[in-house]
């Protein structure tokens, strides 16, 4: 794979995820977040697990003038990117009347200020036409649950930015699309949600496909809206929860003789 791909967020959890496997199809890869030290880690483990040239940067994605210059740097480094994927996040487990101003506000500027900011310096310097944007939303920008009315705004506000940038950016042969994860396995929010194993099988027994996701199955997703292969999808949103969203369905409706 001879790509670039800058990826916020990329020192943890699904973009970690996402940047391996980038990186394991030999694209050249920018991970970056706010703790520069945790960035360096990730890229010295990921260029030691796939001999591909992975550098670390610096900034937080609510600082418009840091995402622009780190991104100025890494072009000067690896190039301009083909790929752009705006991963930072942040969340907790609270209800509205329990949430400070300041925490509502800290989580909409990193989830949907940093979606805007990573994209925004991301198309100064991306490769056009045929670049591709992807941000990580979640199943509450269109779900409300209680405890996440912060991120349930805050990602509704997400999947706003994609398909706006979509209809704007199109002409000049960028796509910006969506992925929408389920419930990933190993990460530090299904571990806060689903502390023990029986939580995780509980969880797991209302999706359709049995199981939680992996990091894989979202950089596999990612892969596939940078390709050719997804060459005419712009403005969408992927649901990659193994069925998640249609409902819980827990339940056996096939004999063992069918499955």
Not at 150 to 158: L, M, Q, S
């Amino acid at each position: 794979m001879k790509k670039t791909v800058f990826i916020s967020g990329g020192t943890s959890g699904i973009n970690l995820g996402i940047a391996r496997g980038f990186a394991a199809q030999g694209a050249k890869v920018l991970v970056f977040g706010r703790d520069g030290g945790k960035a360096q880690v990730a890229a010295a483990q990921l260029q030691e697990e796939t001999g591909a040239q992975v550098i670390a940067g610096s900034a937080d994605v609510r600082d418009y003038a840091a995402v622009e210059a780190l991104f100025a740097s890494a072009v000067e480094t690896i190039g301009a990117p083909d790929v752009v994927i705006a991963g930072a996040a942040g969340n907790f487990m609270a209800p509205a009347v329990g949430i400070s101003a300041n925490g509502f506000k800290t989580v909409v500027d990193i989830d949907l200020l940093g979606t805007y900011n990573v994209f925004k310096a991301g198309f100064a310097v991306a490769t056009k036409p045929g670049a591709s944007f992807i941000a990580i939303t979640a199943p509450q920008a269109v779900q409300p649950l209680p405890m996440q009315v912060h991120v349930c705004a805050a990602k509704a506000g997400v999947n706003m930015v994609i398909k706006v940038l979509a209809m704007e950016w199109g002409p000049a042969g960028v796509r910006v699309n969506g992925i929408s994860p389920g419930p990933i396995a190993g990460t530090e929010g299904v571990e806060r949600m689903a502390p023990t194993d029986e939580h995780k099988a509980n969880w797991a027994d209302g999706i359709a496909l049995r199981r939680l996701g992996t990091t894989s199955d979202i950089a596999e997703a990612a892969i596939f809206l940078s390709s050719e292969n997804a060459g005419y999808i712009t403005g969408t949103i992927l649901d990659c929860d193994g069925g998640m969203k249609l409902g819980n369905a827990s339940g056996n409706y096939l004999t063992p003789a069918q499955r």
